[in-house]
Nanobody, 125 residues
Framework: QLQLAESGGGLVQPGGSLRLSCAAPGNTWTYYVIGWFRQAPGQEREGVSCISSTSGRTDYADSVKGRFAISRDNAKNTVYLQMNALTPDDSGIYYC??????????????????WGRGTQVTVSS
């Protein structure tokens, strides 16, 4: 069974950058779309970005377009989320998730069936 592990979260000042990683040690995950989601305290979890298994297609929430970039290295079983120009509204727990790639991307939480435990991102001065 696919297991996901996020890393790279932390405290950063507004305007700063972070790079999150989502890894699946010991698993082959070239059949999966990988998505990033985030949840702020008291708010629902929202889709941030996703990337297809092998074609490199990506999708982004409007709130992060132009600031975040998702990429993957299938040789390392890792997906990255580069986050730039961070604001306090970007704070929250960031989760990666997987769904079997049947040709469609999704930023909808209910489409994903495998989740990591999350990594905390705090943007504050």
């Amino acid at each position: 069974q696919l297991q996901l592990a996020e890393s790279g979260g932390g405290l950063v000042q507004p305007g700063g950058s972070l790079r999150l990683s989502c890894a699946a040690p010991g698993n082959t995950w070239t059949y999966y779309v990988i998505g990033w989601f985030r949840q702020a305290p008291g708010q629902e979890r929202e889709g941030v970005s996703c990337i297809s298994s092998t074609s490199g297609r990506t999708d982004y929430a409007d709130s992060v377009k132009g600031r975040f970039a998702i990429s993957r290295d299938n040789a390392k079983n890792t997906v990255y989320l580069q986050m730039n120009a961070l604001t306090p509204d970007d704070s929250g727990i960031y989760y990666c998730a997987a769904l079997v790639d049947l040709g469609a991307l999704s930023l909808q939480e209910h489409d994903y069936d495998t989740w990591g435990r999350g990594t905390q991102v705090t943007v504050s001065s």
